[in-house]
């Protein structure tokens, strides 16, 4: 069974930065990719970055590109997918959630739909 717990989540100042981790399991091959959306309230849910474990393939949203970084890291039960964010603003303020795309592809999407397992989410907050 596939399980994704977000990590990192927090409150920072304008102009700061945190890492995200998504800590995935239950994988029974390496054919997935791993999206991170995120929702801020009273707005929809948004796609902000995607990777693929079998090829790396990485993605961004237009809003976080330029200052963010996506990658993994593998171990033996449980990869790791982090969201590396520097100056952050207000504007970046909701919840956070990981998920799984578990078809087998080289590249992925920023599409909801595309993600069948989804974390529970960590919250991160901006001051202005």
């Known amino acids: 069974q596939v399980q994704l717990v977000e990590s990192g989540g927090d409150l920072v100042q304008r102009g700061g930065s945190l890492r995200l981790s998504c800590a995935a399991s239950?994988?029974?091959?390496?054919?997935?990719?791993i999206g991170w959306f995120r929702q801020a309230p009273w707005k929809e849910r948004e796609g902000v970055s995607c990777?693929?474990?079998?090829?790396?393939?990485?993605?961004?949203a237009d809003s976080i590109r330029g200052r963010s970084t996506i990658g993994s890291d593998s171990g033996k039960n449980v990869d790791t997918v982090y969201l590396d964010m520097v100056n952050l603003a207000p504007e970046d303020t909701a919840v956070y959630y990981c998920?799984?795309?578990?078809?087998?592809?080289?590249?992925?999407?920023?599409?909801?739909?595309?993600?069948?397992?989804w974390g529970q989410g960590t919250q991160v907050t901006v001051s202005p």
């Open positions: 998920a799984a795309d578990l078809r087998w592809g080289n590249y992925c999407s920023l599409g909801e739909s595309e993600y069948s397992n």
């Open positions: 239950g994988f029974t091959s390496d054919g997935y990719c």
């Open positions: 990777i693929c474990r079998s090829t790396g393939w990485t993605l961004y």
